[in-house]
């Protein structure tokens, strides 16, 4: 099945010219099935590249899902056009009172700050708080999943003093759960953070179970059952070209970066990248969307109570 999402939305006309399905609202209407609902909080700077990025990952399911693209309420983006935030994003206030089989809250480039200095901060925890009544199963990326972690568990996160940037290798520290099934003992999954949170201060009793690590950029899953509650700390569902394209627009900031480690072929920057990661980006979505559609209630009203367990 196709994703569903707005007709003139500029991820359209990209993903149909990869060749993923894509469902027009008027088509998706006439299916006689219950679309999976996934809202996407979108706090990267590159709205249009990131909302692609998403939709091609959750598009490659074969279930039916309409996706929400959601903003905080008050907070002026500076990087994508106030034309295309009033038609396509809907303000979190706005959507509070329905239910979603899933949220994919994204990263940001707040992440120097402390989490109390973020201006939408306070809204933040409200929607994190939201998410355990009115959302069947959530993933955080990057900042989001520090964010949530932070609010949910008390965990810290550290500055690092160099960038983490680049691919490297994970492993796989659980073959059987349901969102490694297919993985590999080890991959590669693009890391572009100045931030990191340490294992040791995951709390012992609260049923975390890390997923994938990195013996060079630390933690990259974490899973948090009690909560529906996926952490991914690293970016799999970045371009091949995304980590390349933040190397040249920061060289010349004021928190210069070195050169993406593995990236670029024989660390030359002019060379194109080979993406390592494409299918194990495909198979972590694939496997998310599937246990959502297998726990899910039929009933979206039923999601956040007990008739949802």
């Known amino acids: 099945m196709p994703i569903k999402i707005p007709n003139n939305l500029p991820a359209h006309e990209t993903l149909s010219d990869e060749g993923i399905m894509v ?23 590159d709205k249009v590249k990131t909302e692609t990025q998403m939709a091609r990952l959750v598009g490659a399911t074969p279930l039916q899902v309409e996706m929400t693209l959601v903003r905080m309420t008050n ?31 994204t990263g940001a480039p707040v992440e120097l700050y402390d989490f109390e200095e973020v201006t939408y901060w306070d809204e933040m925890t409200r929607i994190l708080d939201w998410s ?46 349901p969102y490694l099934r297919g993985f590999s003992d080890n991959f590669s999954i693009p890391v572009s953070r100045w931030t990191e949170v340490i ?3 995951l709390p012992k009793d609260q ?50 970066v070195q050169m993406p480690a593995n990236y670029f072929p024989n660390d030359d920057a002019n ?5 390592r990661w494409r299918s194990q980006a495909h198979l972590f979505f694939g496997n998310w969307i599937n246990e959502m559609y ?9 999601i956040g109570t007990d008739k949802s367990k």
């Open 23 to 45: 469902l027009t609202e008027d088509a998706a209407i006439r299916q006689d099935i219950r679309p999976m609902r996934i809202a996407l909080l979108n706090l990267m700077p």
């Open 75 to 105: 907070h002026q983006t500076k990087n994508t056009s106030q034309e295309h935030m009033l038609a396509f994003y809907r303000p979190w206030e706005e959507i509070q009172n329905e239910k979603f089989d899933g949220l994919i809250i």
């Open 132 to 177: 355990q009544k009115n959302v069947h199963t959530t993933m955080s990326i990057c900042w989001g999943a520090q964010a949530a972690i932070h609010h949910f568990h008390g965990v810290p996160k550290y500055t690092l003093a160099q960038k983490s940037f680049g691919v490297f290798r994970h492993r796989n520290r659980n073959p059987t759960s």
């Open 199 to 201: 294992r040791k201060d």
């Open 207 to 256: 049923g975390l179970e890390v997923l994938m690590e990195s013996d060079e950029a630390g933690l990259c899953l974490v899973s948090d059952p009690a909560r529906r509650y996926l952490y991914m700390f690293n970016h799999i569902e970045y371009d091949s070209s995304t980590l390349g394209e933040e190397y040249w627009r920061d060289r010349g900031s004021e928190n210069p």
């Open 271 to 275: 060379a194109t990248p080979v993406n």
């Open 294 to 302: 297998q726990s899910t209630p039929f009933d979206l009203d039923a």
